[in-house]
């Protein structure tokens, strides 16, 4: 089943920085929380075990999709990671990070606060090293 999300406050020239965090950050949450709830009664295996690789998408997939299409963009990645370690016991947030691009339009780059600092799971599972290089891991 797919869902469509109209959301014409949000993600546009017009919408604050603010407004497109607090959207992002419950779309982020929201992912996370169904991907649990697929955890709790289905085995998965670790994300990086998975065989799952970066690839670009527009679709904000769970577990199951995710693994079943091979691959994922940082949304949909960073949210599989963070179920699995929440359901391990461990410390995982969503964070995201965004620049203005050149048509001034917005981009978003999403990752994984650990206790140890932030992980780029995206970065771990292939996406180029030219991608994304202003949201370096390193520079935050």
Not at 35 to 60: K, M, Q
Not at 100 to 121: A, C, K, M, W
Request: a neutral charge.
């Amino acid at each position: 089943m797919i869902f469509e999300l109209n959301l014409p406050h949000v993600f546009n020239r017009r919408s604050t920085r603010d407004e497109n965090a607090a959207a992002l950050r419950i779309l982020l949450e929201s992912l996370i929380a169904l991907n649990l709830a697929y955890l709790d009664t289905h085995h998965a295996p670790p994300l990086y075990e998975s065989g799952v690789r970066y690839g670009r998408t527009t679709i904000w997939e769970t577990i199951p999709a995710l693994y079943d299409r091979g691959y994922g963009d940082c949304k949909s990645l960073t949210a599989a990671l963070c179920a699995e370690r929440r359901k391990n016991g461990r410390f995982a947030n969503p964070v995201f990070r965004y620049m203005q691009n050149e048509s001034g339009g917005i981009n978003y780059h999403i990752l994984v606060q650990t206790e140890r600092g932030f992980e780029d799971p995206s970065r771990a599972l292939g996406m180029g090293r030219d991608e994304n290089s202003y949201m370096d891991v390193s520079s935050y």
